[in-house]
């Protein structure tokens, strides 16, 4: 995971533990146990769907990362909006799912089929996965404030 520095401490004045970017000061740090990160996906993602318990990409990719390899199967019996093969496709692995309501495997199918145009996970780039409120856009990363 990548994270801004907010304390920045130094040995001999070289960063401890951290990056200086032109961007900011990041580091990059195993994630904990407790995820901070994730956002429900809202109506201006990409990823949103009409399913009531959609779960994030991003989510999904920390368990499948964290699970499995390249080219591993991953497998879904209650396969809902399809974010679970969406993002299995995305991380190269093989999936298969479950979904009795032919409404949302139909929409499984779409996603399956735009996951191809558009392979990105929101929040993951580069094998990282970014702070909320943090986009990596055109090869630099921009920290966002988020107003409440």
């Known amino acids: 995971m990548k994270r801004k520095v907010i304390a920045p401490y130094t040995i001999n004045g070289a960063p401890k533990d951290w990056d200086m970017t032109i961007e900011g000061n990041y580091r990059l740090t195993h994630p904990s146990?407790?995820?901070?990160?994730?956002?429900?996906?809202?109506?201006?993602?990409?990823?949103?769907?009409?399913?009531p318990t959609q779960k994030p990409e991003k989510l999904l990719a920390k368990v499948i990362l964290a699970s499995s390899n390249v080219g591993d199967v991953v497998f879904d019996p209650f396969l809902g909006s399809g974010t679970t093969s969406v993002v299995a496709k995305k991380l190269g692995r093989q999936y298969f799912g479950v979904e009795l309501d032919e409404m949302y495997a139909c929409l499984v199918e779409k996603r399956l089929e735009m996951a191809e145009i558009e392979p990105a996970i929101q929040g993951y780039s580069e094998g990282i996965f970014w702070e909320r409120n943090t986009f990596k856009e055109k090869g630099r990363s921009i920290n966002r404030q988020q107003s409440s």
């Open 33 to 51: 146990n407790l995820w901070t990160d994730l956002t429900i996906p809202f109506w201006s993602m990409p990823e949103n769907t009409d399913h």
